[in-house]
């Protein structure tokens, strides 16, 4: 076999809480994480289109003490659990345990992965030499996910689902122009694979 370098792909980094599962807040029982409805679905056209869909995922439960960071882990192999139930998965799973004002001092870092910083995304290109970071977007319910993405040089799709709709009355985080307002994942995807076969038609 010669190694051929392979095939780049479009990626489509995605938020996990308020994004693919019902936002609740911080997730203590596993069994209260649980999909948004037409996710799994969601990540399994990515899945058949060969775009990337990589987990990209703020966690500060662990900085506040609030849980050990073994239950992150916990909670993201819920995710991957159900998600396989659907026949979808994720092409890989990156978050930021880090809060500067947390309280356990291993986490308390200022780094440079929490988002809307661009770590998990440079972590992600560097470990999958095959997405290709000029057809990048982000999913996410949060002016951070929207700033991740126009700070990775990407398009930002907010779903309304989560803390959508109050970072769009401007009641949560900060305003920002989202390149597509999404009712929710199902749609976000919608219009990611639309945007990529209009953009492929162009050259
Ligand atoms: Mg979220
Ligand atoms: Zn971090």
């Not at 289109?49 to 439960?61: D, E, I, R, Y």
């Not at 982000?138 to 700033?147: A, C, H, N, P």
């Amino acid at each position: 076999m010669t190694s051929a370098k392979p095939q780049s792909r479009p990626v489509v980094f995605l938020d996990r809480d308020g994004t693919l599962n019902v936002e609740a807040g911080y997730i203590h029982q596993l069994e209260r994480l649980v999909l948004i409805p037409g996710a799994a679905e969601a990540v399994s056209r990515l899945n058949q289109a060969n775009v990337a869909a990589v987990l990209v995922t703020n966690q500060s439960g662990a900085a506040r003490g609030y849980y050990p960071e073994s239950h992150i882990l916990d909670l993201n192999n819920r995710l991957v659990e159900l998600l396989k139930k659907e026949g979808a998965y994720l092409d890989a799973l990156y978050y930021c345990p880090h809060l500067p004002d947390g309280i356990v001092e291993e986490f308390t870092s200022t780094c440079q992965c929490r988002k809307p910083e661009i770590g998990l995304v440079e972590r992600a290109c560097a470990d999958d030499q095959s997405l290709d970071s000029n057809r990048a977007y982000v999913v996410g319910d949060k002016s951070t996910d929207v700033e991740l993405a126009h700070n990775i040089g990407g398009k930002g799709v907010l779903v309304r689902t989560g803390y959508g709709d109050q970072v769009l009355e401007g009641t949560y985080q900060w305003p920002v122009k989202p390149d597509y307002i999404a009712e929710e994942i199902t749609e976000a995807i919608d219009w990611i694979l639309t945007d990529l076969k209009i953009e492929t038609k162009a050259f």
